[in-house]
């Protein structure tokens, strides 16, 4: 194995890692303000990873402002999800969240499978070239992707402690009797962090869309990562999300190249289950009922 | 009064003897009604199958867990039972205890760290569990063949009788499906079953009372996975061919779903929930995606306008007739009796 091999495989463990964070974070984000389990938010990052190609594949508008675009659409949708859907569900057995997730996957996923059709497509690039560092191959599409994401994941840190809104969601997370005691309107912040935690999931479709392809099974795929990272590093934690994102994403870097991606998710899942076994609320995590 | 009277219709035992002879009388003499015809002698046994499935997750649903490594444990004894005809020339006889065995010590011995965590993370735990078996299947591609799956997993012979026939399939799916319905509504009526909801409702408080959480929730978890084993021994030798996607993370949603739409409550749900969701299936077939859209629907509006799942139409029902105390006020009551509920 030469040197080559491992930086280009750890070039690829961290810039998936990085989106794979951010998936886990919007996940994480939901479940720590909210308690209900997401389960449909790969389908979230489906539908903006397809706005994007829409916008910037079919109607050939800018990149960037179709990147915007496709966050700001997708926090309205979560947030209209939150207000339809799981609102009336709060408070209830964790089950009915669950479940009505899990429908969701089921009419996005078939419902994307008819829009879209089930072809494997690609977003653009937008920028290309590469430089050579240490023998492998730094492409500028990779690089600019990688930056992204952390300057997502650090606007975020940022909103959440250091802003009002910020402060009030970590509140609600805490103790949601106490912050409405406190005059938070507790509701808000459950569309809002909703929203958010969709946004930045169809942000992650977005990059991973222009990195890799999209297809309309994809969502699922990402479900799995995301709670796999989530549980690694326990809920509600974002630190932990960030972790484990890098764990993950260099299990499916190096054991894709160097094995097959079925070991990979063995490995993965093997991971996970003995990480539960020793910590059973995850790295970083606290013991959520 | 009124109670009275509404008491009497409710719990007539002529009533019930009489219900439950027609429904044994319908269910045997079934391939009859319809003339063997072969299609719908499929979907039923389909429906056997899923009701087989669902009630035994509904099981551990009884301690208030929801177990996605399901369908993977009915993977196990279908790929048991169907190894050891392939290899071992055993029929299905001998492939349903083997499966059944092979599950079962398998759940012993994953439930033992499994059930130590707990919701969000128990879920994604059985999930990584369900995902690793289906995963080891695809794998070993010489000895489990692959994600081509096996082939030619042939139904046994019973003296003159032969299995190949559906309508003899029929009898036996039946015949498994009455044994665990049975059985999981028996165990629920006794002291453990009891038990199993004592953790349910609060589990701290229950091992204060004296309740060895620990065991209850592993001897449930391997009991009900042994039954889901069986049940996938029989699905092999019926299909006469598996591959892995037969037994992944979907498989166990549906008996979920089935579940939920069913009623939470009791053994009639995943019952109830299984039959209906299976025809409704098998009767939306032509629309393909469609097809998952619907349930998808039907998932979101039993969730928010029934939460009580088809179990609790009868109950509701005779509250509009009959003005029976309605669901809140049952709720109520029931609080009242046992002194105080969750949160």
Not at chain 1, 190 to 203: D, I, Y
Not at chain 1, 234 to 244: K, R, T
Not at chain 2, 236 to 249: E, G, K, L, Q, V
Request: proline residues 3%.
């Amino acid at each position: 194995m030469t040197l080559q091999l491992i930086v280009q495989m750890a070039i690829t463990g961290v810039t998936l890692g990085l989106i794979y964070g951010l998936i886990a974070i919007g996940l994480t984000l939901i479940f720590g303000v909210m308690r209900i389990i997401q389960y449909a938010h790969g389908e979230i990052y489906m539908l903006g990873a397809y706005f994007l190609y829409y916008w910037f594949d079919k109607w050939h508008l800018p990149y960037w402002a179709g990147f915007v675009m496709s966050a700001v659409v997708i926090f309205f949708f979560g947030a209209g999800l939150q207000l339809l859907l799981f609102r009336p569900l709060h408070g209830k057995d964790m089950l009915y969240s669950l479940a009505v997730s899990l429908a969701l996957i089921f009419i996005i996923s078939s419902a994307g499978i008819i829009a879209f059709g089930a072809v494997i497509r690609g977003i653009s690039s937008f920028v290309t070239g590469q430089i050579r560092i240490a023998g492998a191959e730094w492409t500028y599409e990779r690089m600019v992707i990688a930056g992204i994401s952390l300057v997502l994941i650090i606007a975020l840190w940022f909103l959440l402690q250091r802003t009002k809104i910020g402060l009030a969601m970590r509140a609600v997370a805490e103790d949601p009797e106490t912050s409405s005691l406190q005059g938070i309107n507790n509701r808000r912040i459950h569309w809002v962090a909703m929203g958010l935690g969709s946004a930045l999931s169809a942000m992650a479709g977005c990059l991973m869309g222009t990195l890799m392809f999209i297809v309309p099974s994809m969502g699922f795929l990402a479900t799995i990562k995301a709670f796999m990272i989530v549980i690694m590093g326990g809920l509600g934690s974002v630190p932990g999300a960030l972790v484990g994102g890098f764990v993950i994403g260099f299990i499916d870097s190096f054991l894709t190249t160097l094995a097959t991606s079925e070991l990979a998710y063995i490995i993965g899942f093997v991971t996970i289950f003995v990480i539960l076994v020793f910590k059973p609320s995850g790295l970083f995590g606290q013991a959520w009922e | 009064m009124n109670d009275n009277s509404t008491a009497r219709l409710r719990r007539s035992p002529l009533l019930a003897v009489l219900l439950w002879v027609i429904g044994v009388t319908l269910l045997l003499a079934f391939p009859f009604i319809i003339s063997q015809e072969s299609y719908i002698l499929h979907v039923a046994i389909v429906v056997f199958f899923n009701i087989c499935l669902a009630t035994s997750m509904w099981l551990i649903w009884s301690l208030g867990f929801v177990s996605f490594a399901h369908a993977g444990f009915m993977g196990i004894g279908a790929y048991t039972s169907a190894l050891f005809l392939l290899r071992l020339g055993l029929p299905l006889w001998v492939g349903v205890w083997a499966g059944a065995l092979v599950g079962a010590v398998i759940a012993l011995v994953v439930s033992l760290p499994l059930m130590r965590t707990r919701a969000v993370y128990f879920f994604m735990a059985s999930w990584a569990v369900g995902e690793v078996i289906k995963r080891i299947f695809a794998y070993y591609r010489s000895f489990f063949g692959g994600w081509e799956g096996l082939f030619k997993i042939m139904p046994p012979k019973l003296g003159p009788i032969d299995f190949a026939n559906r309508t003899a399939y029929y009898y036996l799916a039946m015949a498994l499906m009455v044994l665990i319905v049975l059985a999981v509504y028996r165990m629920n009526k006794t002291r453990t079953g009891w038990i199993f909801w004592s953790i349910h409702e609060a589990e701290v408080l229950s091992s204060h009372v004296g309740i060895h959480a620990l065991k209850y929730k592993v001897a449930a978890f391997t009991i009900a996975s042994t039954l889901a084993a069986m049940t996938g021994a029989l699905y092999a030798h019926y299909h006469m061919y598996i591959n892995p996607r037969s037994f992944d993370i979907w498989a166990s949603e549906f008996a979920l779903v089935h579940i939920i739409v069913g009623g939470l409550s009791t053994v009639a749900g995943p019952v109830l929930g299984a039959t209906f969701l299976t025809i409704v299936d098998e009767l939306l077939r032509p629309t393909e995606f469609y097809r998952i859209i619907i349930f998808g629907v039907i998932l979101i509006l039993t969730v928010l306008f029934l939460p009580g799942g088809l179990e609790s139409i009868p109950r509701r029902i005779r509250a509009r007739f009959w003005r029976l105390p309605d669901d809140k006020e049952n709720q109520k009551s029931i609080l009242k009796a046992f002194g105080k509920g969750r949160k």
